[in-house]
Protein backbone atom coordinates (compact mmCIF):
# COMPACT_ATOMS: atom_id res chain seq x y z
CA UNK A 1 0.00 0.00 0.00
CA UNK A 2 1.82 3.43 -1.00
CA UNK A 3 1.97 6.64 1.06
CA UNK A 4 -0.41 9.45 0.09
CA UNK A 5 1.19 11.99 -2.54
CA UNK A 6 2.06 14.38 0.12
CA UNK A 7 2.34 17.83 -2.26
CA UNK A 8 -1.40 16.91 -3.78
CA UNK A 9 -2.44 16.62 -0.72
CA UNK A 10 -1.02 20.62 0.62
CA UNK A 11 -2.31 21.49 -3.00
CA UNK A 12 -5.77 20.56 -2.41
CA UNK A 13 -6.02 22.17 1.15
CA UNK A 14 -4.64 25.53 -0.58
CA UNK A 15 -6.88 25.47 -3.05
CA UNK A 16 -9.42 25.11 -0.06
CA UNK A 17 -7.97 27.95 1.00
CA UNK A 18 -7.55 26.86 4.62
CA UNK A 19 -5.93 29.17 7.50
CA UNK A 20 -1.96 28.40 7.55
CA UNK A 21 -2.74 26.52 11.04
CA UNK A 22 -5.80 24.84 9.79
CA UNK A 23 -3.69 23.77 7.01
CA UNK A 24 -0.07 23.05 9.03
CA UNK A 25 -2.60 20.57 11.20
CA UNK A 26 -4.14 18.83 7.91
CA UNK A 27 -0.52 18.33 6.25
CA UNK A 28 0.83 17.11 9.47
CA UNK A 29 -2.10 14.65 10.03
CA UNK A 30 -2.16 13.28 6.73
CA UNK A 31 1.89 12.53 7.00
CA UNK A 32 1.19 10.96 9.87
CA UNK A 33 -1.71 8.56 8.47
CA UNK A 34 0.47 7.79 6.04
CA UNK A 35 3.44 6.80 7.74
CA UNK A 36 1.34 4.28 9.09
CA UNK A 37 -0.36 2.89 6.58
CA UNK A 38 2.95 2.56 4.98
CA UNK A 39 4.62 0.94 7.96
CA UNK A 40 1.84 -1.40 7.87
CA UNK A 41 2.59 -2.57 4.04
CA UNK A 42 5.76 -3.93 5.56
CA UNK A 43 6.09 -7.33 6.53
CA UNK A 44 6.15 -8.48 10.24
CA UNK A 45 9.14 -8.45 11.83
CA UNK A 46 11.26 -11.44 11.76
CA UNK A 47 14.23 -12.89 12.05
CA UNK A 48 15.80 -15.61 9.46
CA UNK A 49 18.77 -18.12 10.30
CA UNK A 50 20.50 -20.14 7.95
CA UNK A 51 22.58 -23.14 8.67
CA UNK A 52 26.15 -23.02 7.56
CA UNK A 53 27.03 -23.64 3.98
CA UNK A 54 25.48 -22.38 0.76
CA UNK A 55 22.33 -23.98 0.53
CA UNK A 56 18.96 -24.13 -0.65
CA UNK A 57 18.33 -25.48 2.69
CA UNK A 58 14.46 -26.59 3.30
CA UNK A 59 13.00 -23.69 5.65
CA UNK A 60 10.42 -23.61 8.82
CA UNK A 61 8.81 -21.05 9.99
CA UNK A 62 9.01 -21.01 13.72
CA UNK A 63 5.56 -19.47 15.82
CA UNK A 64 5.72 -18.60 19.42
CA UNK A 65 3.88 -18.81 22.32
CA UNK A 66 1.54 -16.44 23.74
CA UNK A 67 4.67 -15.05 25.96
CA UNK A 68 5.73 -13.45 22.77
CA UNK A 69 8.99 -13.77 20.34
CA UNK A 70 10.96 -14.48 23.21
CA UNK A 71 9.83 -17.92 24.15
CA UNK A 72 11.01 -18.94 20.55
CA UNK A 73 14.40 -17.82 20.29
CA UNK A 74 15.71 -19.89 22.13
CA UNK A 75 14.28 -22.99 20.36
CA UNK A 76 15.55 -21.87 16.96
CA UNK A 77 19.32 -22.93 17.03
CA UNK A 78 18.02 -26.69 17.18
CA UNK A 79 16.23 -26.18 13.96
CA UNK A 80 18.86 -25.04 12.53
CA UNK A 81 21.26 -27.48 13.47
CA UNK A 82 19.03 -29.99 11.86
CA UNK A 83 19.62 -28.45 8.51
CA UNK A 84 16.57 -25.72 8.26
CA UNK A 85 16.55 -22.40 7.32
CA UNK A 86 14.52 -20.72 10.10
CA UNK A 87 12.24 -17.36 9.80
CA UNK A 88 10.96 -16.82 13.41
CA UNK A 89 8.25 -13.90 12.80
CA UNK A 90 6.96 -11.72 15.86
CA UNK A 91 3.06 -11.76 15.06
CA UNK A 92 2.29 -10.11 18.62
CA UNK A 93 3.78 -6.75 18.01
CA UNK A 94 2.48 -4.90 15.54
CA UNK A 95 -0.99 -5.53 17.29
CA UNK A 96 -0.12 -4.44 20.49
CA UNK A 97 -0.54 -8.26 21.76
CA UNK A 98 0.68 -9.36 25.09
CA UNK A 99 -0.13 -12.41 27.42
CA UNK A 100 -3.15 -11.05 29.39
CA UNK A 101 -4.85 -10.25 25.17
CA UNK A 102 -3.74 -13.38 23.81
CA UNK A 103 -7.17 -14.23 23.13
CA UNK A 104 -7.93 -11.30 21.00
CA UNK A 105 -4.87 -12.86 18.47
CA UNK A 106 -7.92 -15.46 17.33
CA UNK A 107 -10.89 -13.58 16.84
CA UNK A 108 -10.17 -9.58 16.83
CA UNK A 109 -6.46 -9.87 14.86
CA UNK A 110 -6.90 -13.57 13.12
CA UNK A 111 -7.11 -12.22 9.30
CA UNK A 112 -4.38 -9.91 9.91
CA UNK A 113 -2.24 -12.37 11.31
CA UNK A 114 -3.22 -15.30 8.78
CA UNK A 115 -2.24 -12.43 5.75
CA UNK A 116 0.84 -11.75 7.88
CA UNK A 117 1.93 -15.11 7.91
CA UNK A 118 0.81 -16.18 4.46
CA UNK A 119 3.62 -13.20 3.28
CA UNK A 120 6.12 -14.66 5.66
CA UNK A 121 6.04 -18.37 3.91
CA UNK A 122 5.87 -16.55 0.64
CA UNK A 123 9.26 -14.34 1.55
CA UNK A 124 10.74 -18.17 2.55
CA UNK A 125 10.41 -18.90 -1.13
CA UNK A 126 11.89 -15.70 -2.45
CA UNK A 127 14.77 -16.58 -1.02
CA UNK A 128 17.68 -17.86 -2.73
CA UNK A 129 19.31 -19.97 0.38
CA UNK A 130 15.49 -21.98 0.61
CA UNK A 131 14.21 -24.41 -1.27
CA UNK A 132 11.06 -23.28 -2.27
CA UNK A 133 9.82 -26.80 -2.64
CA UNK A 134 10.13 -27.89 1.17
CA UNK A 135 8.61 -25.05 3.10
CA UNK A 136 7.14 -26.12 6.61
CA UNK A 137 5.57 -24.99 9.99
CA UNK A 138 5.82 -25.45 13.44
CA UNK A 139 4.35 -23.92 16.53
CA UNK A 140 4.29 -23.72 20.19
CA UNK A 141 0.92 -23.22 21.84
CA UNK A 142 -0.28 -20.04 20.70
CA UNK A 143 1.91 -20.79 17.48
CA UNK A 144 0.29 -24.41 17.27
CA UNK A 145 -2.98 -22.81 16.07
CA UNK A 146 -1.22 -20.94 13.36
CA UNK A 147 0.70 -24.32 11.85
CA UNK A 148 -3.14 -25.36 12.07
CA UNK A 149 -3.71 -22.42 9.51
CA UNK A 150 -0.93 -23.00 7.48
CA UNK A 151 -1.53 -26.98 6.84
CA UNK A 152 -5.07 -26.26 6.56
CA UNK A 153 -4.89 -24.49 3.98
CA UNK A 154 -1.68 -25.91 2.28
CA UNK A 155 0.32 -23.22 2.81
CA UNK A 156 3.79 -25.10 3.62
CA UNK A 157 4.87 -29.29 3.13
CA UNK A 158 3.68 -30.22 6.57
CA UNK A 159 3.56 -28.59 9.97
CA UNK A 160 3.96 -29.70 13.63
CA UNK A 161 2.14 -28.63 16.73
CA UNK A 162 4.07 -28.66 20.28
CA UNK A 163 0.78 -28.32 22.71
CA UNK A 164 -0.73 -26.43 20.64
CA UNK A 165 -4.08 -24.27 21.43
CA UNK A 166 -7.58 -26.03 20.29
CA UNK A 167 -9.53 -24.12 22.38
CA UNK A 168 -9.23 -20.61 21.51
CA UNK A 169 -11.42 -18.85 23.81
CA UNK A 170 -12.60 -18.65 27.74
CA UNK A 171 -15.15 -20.84 28.68
CA UNK A 172 -15.95 -24.39 29.61
CA UNK A 173 -16.88 -24.57 25.63
CA UNK A 174 -15.35 -25.02 22.23
CA UNK A 175 -16.24 -21.69 20.07
CA UNK A 176 -13.18 -21.12 18.61
CA UNK A 177 -11.24 -23.98 17.10
CA UNK A 178 -8.43 -24.25 13.83
CA UNK A 179 -10.56 -27.54 12.91
CA UNK A 180 -12.19 -25.12 10.23
CA UNK A 181 -8.89 -24.85 7.80
CA UNK A 182 -8.81 -28.30 7.22
CA UNK A 183 -10.63 -29.99 4.36
CA UNK A 184 -9.19 -33.35 2.30
CA UNK A 185 -6.80 -30.69 0.61
CA UNK A 186 -4.74 -29.77 3.32
CA UNK A 187 -1.17 -30.54 4.13
CA UNK A 188 -0.39 -33.09 6.71
CA UNK A 189 -0.07 -32.17 10.34
CA UNK A 190 1.43 -33.96 13.13
CA UNK A 191 -0.26 -32.68 17.11
CA UNK A 192 1.83 -33.60 19.87
CA UNK A 193 0.85 -33.09 23.72
CA UNK A 194 0.63 -33.68 27.49
CA UNK A 195 -1.63 -35.74 28.90
CA UNK A 196 -1.03 -33.35 32.15
CA UNK A 197 -1.56 -30.18 30.09
CA UNK A 198 -3.07 -27.64 32.36
CA UNK A 199 -3.27 -25.09 30.07
CA UNK A 200 -5.11 -26.89 27.15
CA UNK A 201 -6.57 -29.78 28.50
CA UNK A 202 -5.83 -33.01 26.38
CA UNK A 203 -9.58 -33.31 25.97
CA UNK A 204 -10.09 -30.39 23.95
CA UNK A 205 -7.63 -31.45 21.82
CA UNK A 206 -8.38 -34.98 21.20
CA UNK A 207 -12.32 -33.38 20.79
CA UNK A 208 -10.93 -30.87 18.09
CA UNK A 209 -8.17 -33.82 16.49
CA UNK A 210 -11.50 -35.83 16.22
CA UNK A 211 -12.78 -32.83 13.87
CA UNK A 212 -10.01 -32.80 11.58
CA UNK A 213 -10.05 -36.37 11.23
CA UNK A 214 -13.78 -35.92 9.81
CA UNK A 215 -13.15 -33.48 7.57
CA UNK A 216 -10.90 -35.39 5.88
CA UNK A 217 -7.23 -33.74 6.48
CA UNK A 218 -3.95 -35.87 7.19
CA UNK A 219 -3.55 -35.87 11.11
CA UNK A 220 -1.33 -38.05 13.48
CA UNK A 221 -0.96 -37.38 17.02
CA UNK A 222 1.18 -38.40 19.52
CA UNK A 223 0.09 -37.66 23.93
CA UNK A 224 3.42 -37.47 25.98
CA UNK A 225 2.74 -39.24 29.26
CA UNK A 226 2.71 -37.01 32.56
CA UNK A 227 3.97 -34.09 30.26
CA UNK A 228 2.61 -30.36 30.85
CA UNK A 229 2.50 -27.26 28.87
CA UNK A 230 5.39 -26.22 27.53
CA UNK A 231 7.94 -28.72 28.39
CA UNK A 232 10.58 -26.72 26.48
CA UNK A 233 10.61 -23.36 28.33
CA UNK A 234 13.61 -24.10 30.35
CA UNK A 235 13.51 -20.63 31.92
CA UNK A 236 9.90 -20.83 32.77
CA UNK A 237 8.84 -20.11 36.35
CA UNK A 238 5.29 -21.77 35.74
CA UNK A 239 6.12 -25.41 33.81
CA UNK A 240 8.93 -27.62 34.47
CA UNK A 241 11.34 -27.91 31.43
CA UNK A 242 10.95 -31.59 30.42
CA UNK A 243 14.35 -32.39 28.83
CA UNK A 244 13.30 -36.46 27.97
CA UNK A 245 9.88 -34.51 26.15
CA UNK A 246 11.63 -31.62 24.59
CA UNK A 247 14.13 -34.14 23.20
CA UNK A 248 11.95 -36.35 21.74
CA UNK A 249 9.57 -34.26 20.66
CA UNK A 250 12.18 -32.11 18.21
CA UNK A 251 13.12 -35.25 16.78
CA UNK A 252 9.73 -36.61 15.81
CA UNK A 253 9.17 -33.20 14.25
CA UNK A 254 12.52 -33.30 12.19
CA UNK A 255 11.35 -36.79 11.04
CA UNK A 256 7.82 -35.62 9.88
CA UNK A 257 9.33 -32.75 7.74
CA UNK A 258 11.80 -35.04 6.13
CA UNK A 259 8.91 -37.37 5.45
CA UNK A 260 7.10 -35.09 3.58
CA UNK A 261 10.59 -33.22 1.86
CA UNK A 262 10.14 -33.40 -2.30
Known amino acids: MAAPDYQAVKDTLVRLKLPDLALLLACFLA ?21 EGKGPFPAVIALHTSGGFKTVKPLIKKYVG ?40 ELMGTNPK ?42 RDIEIDPSDYFSKTSSPLLALHGDSDGTQGLRFAETVWDWIKESG ?45 K
Not at 84 to 97: E, I, M, N, Q, S
Not at 222 to 248: F, L, P, T
Request: proline share 3%.
Open 217 to 261: APIETHIYEGADHAWDQKNSRRWAYNADVDKDSHNKTIAFFRKYM
Open 31 to 51: IIFGFIRSGFAEPIYHEIHHP
Open 130 to 171: VDKNNLFAVGFSNGGFWVCFLTGRGKVNAGVSHYGVWKANMG
Open 82 to 121: SGFTVYAPDFFTRHGLTPHTRMDSFDRYREDIEKELVEIV
